[in-house]
């Protein structure tokens, strides 16, 4: 499975982003997928997942309301749309695929497939 992740940018404190992940491959061994952002000096970590069957979703607390992943399983695309940006968004943001069926991948670990990242950055 290939990972292309687009959309991201420049933009000013609430402002909006919608980033992209299109998937190519063996896309019929996709379970899950999910969205991780690396600050400058941090950490990469979770943003939000879905199951690619059943749509369920997950969002860390710092996100939630604001950050919406959603998916196309025609186009093997999955989005982030990101609204009410603030600077504390600024990092690059990955997208990443799973083989698990069930549930939802929540750890780094269960990640097979990484796309490349793309930088949003957010100007206050």
């Known amino acids: 499975v290939q990972l292309q992740a687009s959309g991201g940018g420049l933009v000013q404190a609430g402002g909006s982003l919608r980033l992209s992940c299109a998937a190519s491959g063996h896309t019929f061994s996709i379970g899950g997928m999910g969205w991780f952002r690396q600050a400058p000096g941090k950490d990469r ?27 196309d399983n025609a186009k093997n695309t999955v989005y982030l749309q990101m609204n009410d940006l603030s600077p504390e968004d600024t990092a690059v943001y990955f997208c990443a695929a799973h083989g698990r069926r069930l549930g939802l991948g929540l750890v780094q670990a269960v990640y097979n497939y990484w796309g490349q990242g793309t930088l949003v950055t957010v100007s206050s």
């Open 45 to 71: 970590e979770i943003v939000a997942a879905i199951n690619w069957s059943s749509g369920t979703t997950y969002y860390t607390d710092s996100v939630k309301g604001r950050l919406t992943t959603s998916k």
